[in-house]
T-cell receptor
């Protein structure tokens, strides 16, 4: 069964360091999402891609976060410099067309701890 | 903006008990509604969905009915099992707006034998 792949599963870093997360969506899925999930809360959208284009990044802290999906397939989310408040689970999800009624398929997430 | 409100957890039940997890939403347009489940150590996965008013979504013994008049999508199961222990997220996707999926904060369910 096709899955959304994410790496690394766990990342521990010190504040002010750079971190990067990678996501490979299900083949053929045009829409890719990065969510941040703080412990005890629901996922919050950081950025949504349709193919290689950003659809919405209004909640992405652009002074330190960046995201790209250069060829419209896999994607990288970067944080530089990391801050203590960035400790969270970073979830990647994909969907077939992003038109709202479809299912999102999630990866297992990347858990970031900033010391 | 669009939002989803879920009942606070944890919800603690004995096996075979009846489950209700409340979910209400605020949205313009005509949202689709979803329940996702996150088992320990795993990613979120879709449990059920409903795309229009009065639709009932169902899967694995869970049900939820899209009630436009009360803006609700409560999750129910007649007889829970220990294996149902997980975090349940209510979500909406506003097909009349930006399509961006919005999630509630999640409700933890703990089922004891």
């Amino acid at each position: 069964e096709a899955e959304v792949a994410q790496s690394p599963r766990y990342k521990i870093t010190e504040k002010s360091q750079a971190v990067a997360f990678w996501c490979d969506p299900i083949s053929g899925h045009a829409t890719l999402y990065w969510y941040r999930q703080i412990l005890g809360q629901g996922p919050e959208l950081l950025v949504q891609f349709q193919d290689e284009s950003v659809v919405d990044d209004s909640q992405l802290p652009k002074d330190r976060f960046s995201a790209e999906r250069l060829k419209g397939v896999d994607s990288t989310l970067k944080i530089q410099p990391a801050e203590l408040g960035d400790s969270a689970m970073y979830l990647c999800a994909s969907s077939l067309d992003g038109l709202g009624a479809g299912e999102l398929f999630f990866g297992e997430g990347s858990r970031l701890t900033v010391l | 903006g669009d939002s989803v409100t879920q009942m606070e957890g944890p919800v603690t039940l004995s096996e075979e008990a009846f489950l209700t997890i409340n979910c209400t939403y605020t949205a313009t347009g005509y949202p689709s509604l979803f329940w996702y489940v996150q088992y320990p150590g795993e990613g979120l996965q879709l449990l059920l969905k409903a795309t229009k008013a009065d639709d009932k979504g169902s899967n694995k013994g869970f049900e939820a009915t899209y009630r436009k008049e009360t803006t609700s999508f409560h999750l129910e199961k007649g007889s829970v099992q220990v294996s149902d222990s997980a975090v349940y997220f209510c979500a909406l996707s506003n097909t009349g707006g930006s399509y961006i999926p919005t999630f509630g904060r999640g409700t933890s369910l703990i089922v004891h034998p």
